[in-house]
C-alpha cells in the first residue's frame, strides 16, 4: 500500500498537470476568438516528441533536466492531495520550500550545457525571478506557521477542515492575497513569463531542446503547474479529504490565472521585481505581524 501511495500523486499529478496545459492553450485561444486544439494535445505531443530525434549536448544536459523532474516529483510527494500524502511526516513547508528551487536549478544546469546566448538570458531572469517570489512566499509560510503553530503541511489542512479555510480568517487574508499576487509568477505565465519570453530570447531555456528533451521540460512545465496551485488550495483553501473537490478548488484557481495570462502584457525583469518586492512582501509582512500580535 505505501508503494501504491507514493505511486499515485506523480500520476495524479502529471495527468492534472497536463490537462491544465492543453485547457490553458484552449481558454487562451477562445478569449483570441480561436477554436483552439483538443484538450489533450499536451499528451500528444509529448508521445510524438519521445519518438523523435533528439540532440544533446553533453551530459549535463541529460542530467539536469532529469534533476529538474526528479525534485518536481519529490515536491508533489510532500503535497497533501485528498488525503493521500506519502511523505507528510518527513519535512514541512520549509522543506518544500527548499526542495522547490531544485526544478529551477537543474533547468539551468542542463541549459548552461546547451551554451546558447539566449539560455543564458532565459536561466539569469529565472533565477531572479525566483528570488523575487521566494521572499513573500517565505513570509507568507511564517504566516501560516506562526497562526497554526506546526510546519506540517497536513496539519494545517486538517485544522481547515475542522474550523475554516484559511482564506477566510482575519490574520491570513492579507498572506492569502500576497500569495494569488505572486501566483502567475510561480506558474511562469504572463505577466511573468519572462524566463522563456518567446517573442524575446526563443524560450529562452528550452531553445535547444527537441525531441525526448522537450517532452521532459513540458512534463516538468505540467509538474510545476500542480505544485504551485495545489500548494495554495492547501494552503489557504482547506486542501479537501476527496480527490473531485480538490480538483475542482485547483480548477477555480487556474482559470484566475489564465484570464490574468490573457489581460496583462508580459513585464520586464526589472519591473517584474519591483512588484514582486512591494505590494506582495507588504501584504505577506503585514499579515505576519498582525497573525504574531494576535
Known amino acids: ?24 492553450r484552449r481558454i487562451m485561444a477562445r478569449i483570441h476568438w480561436r477554436y483552439g486544439p483538443p484538450l489533450i494535445q499536451p499528451l ?34 510532500f503535497l497533501p492531495f485528498g488525503r493521500i500524502c ?17 526544478a529551477p536549478l537543474g533547468l539551468a544546469l542542463s541549459g548552461g550545457e546547451g551554451a546558447n546566448p539566449n539560455i543564458s ?25 506562526t497562526h497554526y503553530k506546526t510546519i506540517s503541511l497536513m496539519e494545517i489542512v486538517k485544522i481547515q477542515q ?20 505572486i501566483l502567475p509568477a510561480i506558474l511562469g505565465v504572463r505577466p511573468f513569463d519572462v524566463s522563456s519570453a518567446p517573442q524575446e530570447i526563443a524560450s529562452g531555456t528550452m531553445v535547444e531542446y527537441g525531441g525526448r528533451y522537450l517532452a521532459l521540460a513540458t512534463i516538468e512545465h505540467a509538474f510545476s503547474l500542480f505544485i ?11 486542501g479537501s479529504c476527496n480527490i473531485v473537490v ?37 501584504l505577506a509582512f503585514i499579515g505576519l505581524i498582525i497573525v504574531s500580535i494576535l
Open 228 to 238: 504551485g496551485i495545489s500548494l495554495f488550495v492547501n494552503l489557504f483553501l482547506g
Open 86 to 102: 506519502p511523505l507528510s511526516e518527513s519535512g514541512g513547508l520549509l522543506v518544500i520550500l527548499y526542495i522547490m528551487l531544485i
Open 162 to 181: 475542522n474550523t475554516s479555510w484559511a482564506l477566510l480568517s482575519f490574520p491570513l487574508f492579507l498572506p492569502a492575497l500576497a500569495y494569488l499576487l
Open 44 to 77: 500528444i505531443d509529448v508521445i510524438k516528441l519521445f519518438h523523435q530525434k533528439s540532440v544533446q549536448h553533453g551530459i549535463m544536459f541529460n542530467i539536469g533536466l532529469i534533476f529538474s523532474l526528479a525534485g518536481s516529483i519529490v515536491v508533489v510527494l
Open 246 to 282: 480538490f480538483f475542482i478548488k485547483m480548477l477555480v484557481v487556474f482559470t484566475i490565472g489564465v484570464f490574468i495570462n490573457a489581460v496583462f502584457p508580459r513585464l520586464r525583469i526589472e519591473q517584474a521585481i519591483k512588484y514582486l518586492w512591494r505590494l506582495p512582501v507588504a
Open 121 to 145: 538570458i532565459g536561466i539569469s531572469r529565472k533565477f531572479i525571478l525566483s528570488l523575487g517570489y521566494e521572499i513573500p512566499l517565505l513570509l507568507i509560510l511564517l504566516s501560516i506557521m
Open 1 to 24: 500500500m505505501k508503494s501504491i501511495e507514493i505511486i499515485v500523486p506523480p500520476v495524479l499529478a502529471f495527468i492534472i498537470g497536463l490537462f491544465f496545459l492543453g485547457l490553458f
